[in-house]
């Protein structure tokens, strides 16, 4: 475990730092960093044996640090001597409201920035209006002692990206920022974009490692390669290659006895429906008038394991801790709701634990199998996706045999499983590993950065 040291301020204006006598070592140590600045100072070991670095205020105005009272970790490499990491998390979305600076989206930030003792890091919200890039400069919002602050801080060692959506990813004023600070600034830059349905699907298919988890996926193309599918698996998923939350997913049943199709689906309103029709093309001309239907995939429809005539899949959250190791931080089962055709909590979909549905025997069975394929998916997308991924959200399934297949993976997964009480402390820890994450890619970056940009 890595050493963090408190950095204690005191009120005088020399140019010297003083600190532990094991941290000063056999080191030649002549400046000081925070985030993007850095100062000549002089270093000495401290009188006393006690784990804190001391700074003058001088030093705190000109790093502009922010002293919040965080235990931090401390980086050397060419002489110079880094404390923190200063995390930035880059969203988009701010309101004149202090109180509430991210509307509705406050209290996850709130709830993201207070892990930040417990991590050893100095984590901050920031969007593009935030910075000066003149000066070098960018006015984050922390949450400190319950409450949000403003600090004028450097440039971060690290950028966590939690943009809201697709459509303000696709700002060109968010994209220039994304640019400029990995290119000009060389600051890695994790968790990047949202991911496609059918990029993912095509990327993961090279991968032999990961290729059983995969159900038979397409862009859509025409009705007789929906009616071969159909005749193959009986039923198919209609799904936007961009789609999130469940919205817009249609499922399409044939049935051979009576040569019907029925489509089910969610109508706006959030009413579940289940039609019934003579020909797909019909369906089509009906259900699908108002779809962009070279924006949708088709997908092989599985037979699901189901409690109660309910189908069940399960909601995985992989991370990358604190030594870039994955692992599985949450598993929840999620039941769909009454006549719906995703298990999403809007729909009437519940939240459960394996526990509570299944036998304690089943409930490790299927524990072991879903966190063995979690984590190989999690190992194949870091391989064949462009950026840094540190965290992600797996729709998985289970079938009649006990196979796990992947429905869906999420660069930015909800929330919403840890509304289950039971869950809570796995919310924490997911919180927790998406910025201790940060931590090791900022030691990375400062220590040995020709592995980073190799």
Known sequence: MRKRYLIEVVQNDQLIVFCPEALLKGRIIKRIAFGSKSMAVDFYPHPDSHDRIVISKRIQRQLQYPNLNIPLHAFIKNEVLTIGPLVGIFTSGFTQNFGQPLGERTAFFANLLSVNKSVGALSFLFGEQQI????????????????????????????????????????????????????????????????????????????????????????????????????????????????????????????????????????????????????????????????????MVVQQGIHLLRMNQRAVDFRVHTNKDDAGIWQVSAIAAKIAGPGSVTTHKRSGGEIKTLSEIFPLKKAAEYKEKLETA?????????????????????????????????????????????????????????????????????????????????
């Open 374 to 454: 979690a984590l190989h998916l999690s190992h194949a997308l870091e391989q064949n996706m462009e950026g840094i991924i540190g965290e992600i959200g797996f729709d998985l399934g289970i079938d009649r045999h006990g196979n796990v297949w992947l429905f869906e993976a999420n660069s930015k997964p909800g929330r919403s499983i840890f509304s289950h009480p039971e869950l809570q402390a796995f919310d924490l820890l997911t919180r927790k590993l998406s910025i201790a994450f940060a931590v090791f890619l900022a030691e990375k970056s400062l220590l040995h950065p020709e592995e980073m940009y190799k």
């Open 132 to 295: 000066d890039w003149e000066q070098g400069i960018i006015e984050g919002y922390f949450f400190y002692k319950n409450k949000w602050q403003k600090y004028e801080v450097p440039f971060p060692n690290v950028i966590y990206d939690r943009l809201p959506n697709r459509r303000s990813e696709k700002r060109q004023k968010q994209k220039k920022v994304k640019e400029r600070l990995q290119k000009e600034y060389m600051i890695p830059w994790y968790n990047p974009g949202f991911f496609n349905k059918l990029e993912v699907y095509e990327r993961l298919q090279q991968d032999a490692s990961v290729e059983r988890y995969l159900p038979e996926t397409h862009p859509f193309t025409s009705f007789s390669h929906i009616e071969s599918m159909l005749s193959k698996y009986g039923h198919v998923y209609i799904k936007p290659k961009n789609g999130s939350l469940g919205l817009g997913i249609h499922q399409i049943i044939y049935d051979k006895q009576t040569n019907e199709y029925y489509c089910r689906y969610q109508e706006k309103g959030e009413v579940n429906r289940l039609r019934k029709f003579h020909s797909l093309e019909k369906m089509f001309e009906l259900v699908f008038a108002h779809q962009p239907l070279d924006k």
